[in-house]
């Protein structure tokens, strides 16, 4: 398995992994499908900000992304980002959400990034097991803030503190 930046090239394969999370999981709070040109502007607008989009790939195919942007949209959040990871459902369970999200924190401390943070349907106790494997620790549970597939959803947020500087506009 090869983890790389994404381009142009991986769009469609990444929005067949975006839109396999659509239809079949609670993953993804979005009702709707993307085609190709929306993951372009998509991983266009992430990289005009300087954020990641990263690929796994194997024997040639996209089979998981990540990335990271804005956890919120202030300036007071600047040093903190909000990730996604998404693997291929033939290929969960093996390691690529890891691998991808290893890479993807590297990336994170390297650009002086304070926090990154993760927000998790409640059940999907594989991601919560990740991360928490990752070093990520859940700091809030919010009851029914979604709804998919005809029921309510639980938000659990998690966040790993990426370094130990005091001042946020000083060095580490």
Known sequence: MNIRHADRA????????????????????????????????????????????????????????????????????RHTVEHSVYVHPEHQGNGVGQQLMITLIDIARQRGIHVMVAGIESQNSGSVHLHHKLGFTITGQMPQVGTKFGRWLDLTFMQLQLDNRRDPDGNP
């Open 10 to 77: 991986d769009c469609a394969a990444i929005a067949e992994i975006y839109n396999h999370a659509v239809r079949f999981t609670a993953a993804i709070w979005n009702d709707n499908t993307v085609d190709s040109e929306n993951r372009i502007q998509w991983m266009t607008q992430r990289q005009q900000r300087h954020f990641p989009v990263l690929v796994a790939e194997q024997d040639g195919q996209v089979i998981g992304y990540a990335s990271y942007g804005d956890w919120r949209a202030f300036d007071g959040f």
